[in-house]
């Protein structure tokens, strides 16, 4: 069985910061990319980062120099750092998880995803 639980969201005002974490069960990370995808109203669930199995990240145009994306191993947890928050970053932000050695940027790659988190940045 494999869990991802997503945590972290909420309420912030633009140009402040949150910390949100997908932690995952039945599967290691050492074997496994995760991604952090974003889904707005209206608009197609979309990578704003990712990382591989051996620790290499992808972000998207829209939010690099601002989030980073972490691990903890000994967790079994992914974390995105989200700074400087903008209105636009507002959306439910899905963690998904899969087998590979590379990071994939697609949702279709993904086999297990959490049920999202909201994060809504105010202006």
């Known amino acids: 069985q494999v869990l991802v639980v997503e945590s972290g969201g909420g309420l912030v005002q633009a140009g402040g910061s949150l910390r949100l974490s997908c932690a995952v069960s039945?599967?290691?990370?050492?074997?496994?990319?995760v991604g952090w995808f974003r889904q707005a109203p209206g608009a197609e669930r979309g990578c704003v980062a990712a990382i591989s199995r051996s620790g290499g990240t992808f972000y998207s145009d829209a939010v690099k120099g601002r989030f980073t994306i972490s691990r903890d191993e000994a967790k079994n947890t992914v974390y995105l750092q989200m700074d400087d928050l903008k209105s636009e970053d507002t959306a439910v932000y899905y963690c998904?998880?899969?087998?590979?050695?590379?990071?994939?940027?697609?949702?279709?790659?993904?086999?297990?995803w959490g049920k999202g988190a909201q994060v809504t940045v105010s202006s």
């Open positions: 998904g998880v899969v087998r590979g050695p590379g990071y994939y940027i697609r949702p279709q790659s993904y086999d297990y």
């Open positions: 039945g599967r290691t990370l050492n074997t496994n990319a």
